[in-house]
């Protein structure tokens, strides 16, 4: 299925304006997700708000937000006060400056977009990304989209260029907030572990090598409800605390331990890449269709 555009765009730095075409990079929709039943008809259960100090429930239209300043003291705000304080929506990415692609920390990334050159903009879409690739930068720039401003980074990946979407430098926490005490590495141990590390390394990150399990499990139980099957629980382990190991002794047996899968590995040959799992929404209508 073809990708559907989100939204059109402009990228805007000096003179120079590049139209494009929005599209979402990740596919949230496709998680798994339960809905609240009543557990004695299986109906959709409706939520409703209550209020704390006249146990009512209220409606939406007599709703107000407020930003609590202090304990259980509020001041309110309406929603067209709340519209006026928000960023307006533009459709202009207007690049601010250009900075090496490795100067900004992964922490700071948030959500990814594709972008693509809308009708008459492929030559100058295809010059900021090659220019982009040739200097190992990225593109910084402001964003403002629902009511909120956004940084962001136009960075080329192939021959498409993607907005990362990122934190602000207050929405991060720094890692300076955690103690973590200085200790001191002997340069045997750091022998076995960069070994232990050239043992696992690759040359490239491949992210179809991974599969969810978990939403393996979910689907493969989801199918056998709506076949009529029932699942069974087991009990949960107790997870054990940390162990005081032995710090060289441990770093051997992972050598060993690796350098032995990568010998049975060679053995069986090249993995094959896992089968697409159909979503069970789709079984389950299928079956009722019957």
């Not at 493969?220 to 409800?225: D, G, P, Y």
């Amino acid at each position: 299925m073809a990708a559907r555009s989100i939204g059109s765009l402009t990228i805007s730095f000096g003179l120079v304006a590049i139209p494009v075409k929005l599209y979402s990079a990740t596919q949230s929709g496709n998680a798994i997700s339960f809905n609240l039943l009543h557990k004695a008809c299986g109906s959709r259960l409706k939520q409703q708000y209550i209020c704390q100090k006249e146990g009512v429930v209220v409606e939406r239209d007599e709703m107000v937000k407020g930003y609590e300043f202090a304990k259980d003291q509020y001041v309110q705000f309406s929603n067209e006060e709340i519209k006026q304080l928000e960023e307006v929506g533009t459709h202009s990415v207007d690049i601010s400056e250009f900075v090496p692609i490795e100067a900004i920390d992964p922490v700071y990334f948030d959500k990814t977009y594709y972008l693509a050159p809308d009708k008459g903009a492929a030559k100058p879409y295809a010059l900021l990304v090659e220019a982009l690739k040739e200097s190992k930068r990225c593109a910084v720039a402001h964003w403002a989209s629902r009511g909120k401003s956004h940084i962001v980074a136009l960075r080329p990946v192939g021959d498409v260029l993607t907005m990362q979407q990122l934190y602000f430098a207050t929405d991060v926490r720094p890692a300076t907030e955690l103690d973590v005490a200085k200790m001191d590495v002997k340069p045997q141990e750091l022998k076995l572990a960069r070994q232990l590390i050239d043992q696992q390394s690759a040359t490239s990150f491949d992210p179809a090598a991974y599969t969810d399990d978990v939403r393996a499990r979910v689907e493969a139980a989801i199918q056998k409800k709506v076949e009529g099957q029932e699942i069974s629980v087991s009990e949960a382990q107790p997870e054990t605390g940390g162990k005081v190991i032995d710090l060289m002794e441990a770093l051997r047996a992972s050598l060993e331990k690796t350098e032995a899968a990568k010998e049975t590995a060679s053995k069986l040959g090249p993995r094959k890449a896992p089968k697409r799992v159909e979503q069970p929404a789709k079984t389950a209508r299928r079956a009722a269709k019957r």
